[in-house]
């Protein structure tokens, strides 16, 4: 039996969605939440923090989502972290390459507060399936 889902590793350098979406999963999901504005914090975090799944926006100034979970990767702790993109870019062929250098999913922006707390349930009960 798998542990339940509750520490989430959240980066997104919006503060506007940051807001939103721990309003969505800390309130409504009752996850606890690592919030951080740029992959360098999430670098800076994580060790300490120990997260079980990783939501990680794409577009940021400096480090992008994909750069930052290649440097996410590199440490053994995590290099195996489910970790799910939150983008508007979801073409299927970028969804295909996120998911190739190795996302478990992506969840679509703007996203549903109402529901993203259940979305994340449902992708990581697939990934624990």
């Known amino acids: 039996m798998n542990a339940p889902l509750t520490r989430i590793l959240y980066v997104e350098d919006e503060p506007d969605i940051q807001m939103i979406a721990r309003l969505a999963l800390e309130t409504l999901g009752g ?23 990783i939501l990680l ?13 290649s440097k996410l990767r590199e440490l053994p ?5 489910p970790t799910i993109f939150m983008t508007a870019k979801v073409q299927p062929g970028e969804v295909m390459g996120y998911k190739q250098i190795g996302a ?10 109402m529901t993203l707390s259940n979305q ?10």
């Open 31 to 53: 996850f606890t939440l690592e919030v951080c504005s740029s992959g360098k914090e999430a670098l800076a975090k994580i060790t300490a923090f120990q997260p079980q799944l």
């Open 57 to 69: 926006d794409v577009m940021m100034p400096g480090m992008d989502g994909p750069t930052t979970l």
């Open 77 to 81: 702790a995590f290099s195996t972290t």
């Open 104 to 113: 478990v999913d992506v969840i679509p922006k703007p996203f549903d507060p």
């Open 120 to 129: 994340v349930l449902e992708i990581w009960a697939h990934c624990h399936g």
